[in-house]
């Protein structure tokens, strides 16, 4: 039996999330994540750009968002362009789908499955959730996933030249696709917090409520709740973003 690699050591694994310059240097990759942050910041104040950022790259976090949240509460969930279909309840067989398919990872790749390890907490806990708290989290979640999905992709351009997702410049491509989002989600609360005139109210593309309908309407959320709830999450992603940033380039100066 071929022995498992070695756990790697906080430090070690700082320094290859920070590529060790190879490839694009890190200082470029450190001055392209602020610079796309505002420039898409911008583009999401105008009315065309707000709508090329929208229909290219935040809808479908958005979409995801809904998705994901789902499948962590053993709800199957299929995300398409502006809705997505199922989520609304449990399925015995997915979960039984999703817990075989960890337990698998967890096994092959012990010493690397610690993403796997995590995933599983996080489906554990929302198995653990009521019936109309998983509702209004999945529904929540959709600018919320929008956010925090934006955020992870941000962060993806410090992934070292031989990770998968760094080939071909794919580092770059998310690093516009979540700022995007990110950027479209946070303008929206932004301002709908100076004037509640702004909150997205109504029906989407296809007839279905907008998800802040249905929260206001049938989960009985307040107006301010509900902005303060998606700028609050605005703002930590922010700070864990930029904190995770200044973790790598420092790890990246001590080596």
Known sequence: MTPSPAPRRPAALAAELSGEGRGEGLKARAIAL???????????????GRF??????????????????????????????WFTIGGASRSIWFIVLELGGLAYVLNRWRARAWPAAIVLVLLLVGL???????EQFI???????????????????????????SRGGLRWGFLVIGASAWSVTFT??????????????????????SDATRLVDHYLWSEAGLIRGYLALSVLCL????????????ARRAH
Request: net charge negative; with cysteine.
């Open 52 to 81: 090329v950022l929208t229909v290219l790259f935040a809808m479908w976090l958005h979409e995801f968002g809904h998705a994901i949240s789902a499948w962590l509460c053993g709800a199957f969930a299929l995300p398409l362009p």
């Open 34 to 48: 602020p610079i796309t942050l505002v420039v898409t910041l911008l583009l999401a104040q105008t009315g065309a």
């Open 139 to 165: 529904v929540f979640s959709g600018d919320g996933g929008a956010l925090i999905l934006g955020t992870l992709l941000m962060l993806s351009v410090f992934l070292p030249d031989e990770a998968r997702l």
């Open 128 to 134: 653990l959730l009521p019936a109309g708290v998983m």
């Open 239 to 250: 700070v864990a973003l930029v904190a995770l940033a200044a973790a790598i380039l420092r």
């Open 188 to 209: 929206q609360w932004f301002s709908a917090w100076r004037d509640p005139a702004e909150i997205p109210f109504g029906k989407q593309e296809g007839g279905a409520l």
